[in-house]
């Protein structure tokens, strides 16, 4: 089996999972930090595991599905903190365009004139990324969704998956291992719904608008109306029933 079909097929199981847990999870939490906190901790034993068991290819398969599983509690957790609530097919489908933009790295790199040069696929690479960004915050900027934060951060583990794929291997069980190990980037989306949580606690998360709560301001969705005077409302109101 191709090193892309390898990575291709993990990272759409991983997001899979990803989706199943976040939406199965639904029910179970009515806030974020308990969610969060476990899916931190799965991580963390993930971690634990894969650095005691190195060579063992049933073992990094596990460490990579407690991974997505991680993952999945993670985006419960922002869900909750933003007030979004996406459908498994919208998750799906989302999973499914993660593939398709690694199919189109991969596609790039292929070109001979790449392919033979490893300056140039580096070059390419750190292109692609960085257009993928732009895209990404133009997206933010320009369109009205409740889905663009869970494309960013299903694209942020793709590109992880990328780096995997960009190491040179031996094997098949390298190429698992590389995999296993850039899951732990979820870490860092754990520590960015954290800092989103502190903000959204001292007061820097909220958006006071009407328009469905904070996650207007995460994921482009329209917040009508002058911030500040709604702001100045609500301490007028305040001050009136006191």
């Known amino acids: 089996m191709k090193k892309i079909t390898v990575v291709s097929f993990a990272s759409f199981v991983f997001l899979v999972i990803c989706s199943v847990v976040a939406r199965v999870t639904g029910a179970l939490f009515d806030n974020f930090g308990l969610p969060l906190g476990i899916g931190v901790g799965i991580l963390a034993i993930s971690g634990i595991i894969a650095l005691i068991v190195r060579e063992s290819r049933r073992v990094n398969i596990f460490c990579f599905s407690l991974s997505a599983v991680a993952m999945g509690f993670v985006m419960r957790a922002w869900y909750i903190l933003r007030g979004l609530n996406n459908s ?22 292929r070109i001979p004139p790449i392919k033979k040069s490893a300056g140039l696929t580096t070059v390419v690479t750190a292109l692609y990324i960085l257009i993928s960004v732009v895209i990404y915050v133009l997206l933010v900027v320009y369109t009205r969704t409740n889905f663009v934060s869970t494309v960013g951060f299903y694209a942020f583990i793709e590109i992880s998956f990328i780096f995997a794929m960009s190491l040179e291997v031996n094997s098949r069980d390298e190429l698992i291992r590389n995999l296993t190990l850039s899951t732990y980037s979820v870490f860092v989306v754990a520590i960015i719904v954290a800092v989103f949580a502190l903000m959204a606690a001292a007061g820097d998360g909220d958006c006071d608008c009407d328009c469905g709560g904070c996650e207007c301001c995460a994921d482009g969705l329209d917040c009508s109306g002058d911030i500040g005077e709604a702001k100045r409302t609500k301490k007028k109101d305040r001050w009136l029933k006191e």
């Open 88 to 109: 498994i097919f919208v998750t799906l489908l989302i999973s499914f365009g993660a593939v398709v933009y690694l199919w189109v790295f991969f596609a790039l790199i």
